[in-house]
């Protein structure tokens, strides 16, 4: 369904067209119009469905800008998201001139207290600096016409539910509320009951919760083997972007420390970075200049970062609805997208719990050798060869490329650059990664959990397989953009 028929303003319109949609996504066809007609609403969706723009049309749609109270009120797990949020909203709403501010942890309040003094209409915030604000009178909730929850199954696991009561209860009872969350545990039901009215339900299924736009793999490995594979891997498949998520905090440093140490351009997020330091690293990564980005669950929720072509899972999620929210971050907008989950042995069921719920097998990958990850990087290589070549300002260099040649070979020039441009077998970098604790072991009928159960579905693959043994390698088309990679790789 194209937005033009969602009952959207012309304003709205030329913003949505302006941003590059087209058709909404199914979250945002449902939800929509209810919204516009001023039901409660629960959105069951995962980051990635489109949902911001679920709840942000509609209410930016209700706006009257000659009210300067805040009228909408949209409360965000974390400070990553609540910034995205609120940069969606400011593009969405710029054509009806709507205010849109918002509010974090972790940053200046006192800069926070003068945006608020220019009056937003829609307010963004997180639970702990909301409060912040209530306490200090400097956000007066009063005007609330529209109250959304995003992320609340998040917030749940974050401890944040005493505040978000707390909130809640200063806005006006004669209000709108939204509440979207990928799982609905009791706790967020029992929100519903009390603080909705008459609230309709709009539930993405679960075939429509992972993609068939990103193939997904898995390799069986030992806790202190993954990170060699790890990074073989990624010499094998030489993707784009790559996000890597860790189980820990302590994890995500180590694995970041260890993927810088043997030449790769890495850096970890996670919530005990200040914000000027996670806000630097998520610049670098959506603008290409970070290959790696290694996170925690947390730290990642509600990013939303175009061209991530991998996604590896060092860590597999004890929960099967966290493995969706991971691989959610590729295949996206029509482009097609890589996830690979390390297992351990012991960990197996977990796996199986995973594919009953996306209804899709994870395919078994083959370890690469030292010689594919060699052959793997060479071949980069020659992309990267490819573009120089190509780079038409390299003309000027014709009089001394002849000058080496007198004094070369050819192939000793061309080996020398190959050489420049690949690296060594990266395990010969040792790198030590703290074994986690492992997960609680599961037996085969998923007792001493809370998985989900479902079926099998098919899962289609073209991938080339290796001899008999049921295990396949990576073969993939390599197109990987140059952009002097030895040099990006070394940076800090």
Known sequence: ??????????????AIQRSGYEEATPIQEQTIPMVLAGKDVIGQAQTGTGKTAAFGLPTIEHVDVENPAIQTLIISPTRELAIQTEEELFRLGKEKRVKVQVVYGGADI????RSLEKNPQILVGTPGRLRDHLRRGTVDLSGVQTLVLDEADEMLNMGFLEDI???????PSERQTLLFSATMPPEIKRIGVQFMHDPQTVK?????????????YYVRAKDYE???????????QDPDLTIVFGRTKRRVDELSRGLIARGYNAAGIHGDLTQDRRSKIMRRFKEGHLDILVATDVAARGLDISGVTHVYNYDIPSDPDSYVHRIGRTGRAGHHGVSLTFVTPNEMNYLHEIEKLTRARMLPLKPPTEEEAFRGQVASAYNDIDSLVADPTTNRYSEDAAKLLEKYDAVELVAALLNDLTKDDASQVPVKITP?????????????GNYRRGGHGNSHRNFHRNGGDGHRRFNGDRKRRFSNNRNRRRED
């Open 204 to 216: 993405i299924k679960a075939k429509e919760l992972t993609t068939d736009l990103v193939d997904q």
């Open 226 to 236: 993954k990170f060699d594979i790890m990074t073989r891997m990624i010499d094998v």
């Open 165 to 171: 009561e707390d909130i809640i209860k200063q806005t």
């Open 110 to 113: 006192r800069r926070q207290i």
């Open 436 to 448: 986690e604790r492992p997960l609680p072991s599961r037996n085969r009928n998923g007792r001493g």
């Open 1 to 14: 369904m194209y937005f033009s028929e969602l009952g959207l303003s012309n304003k709205l319109l030329k």
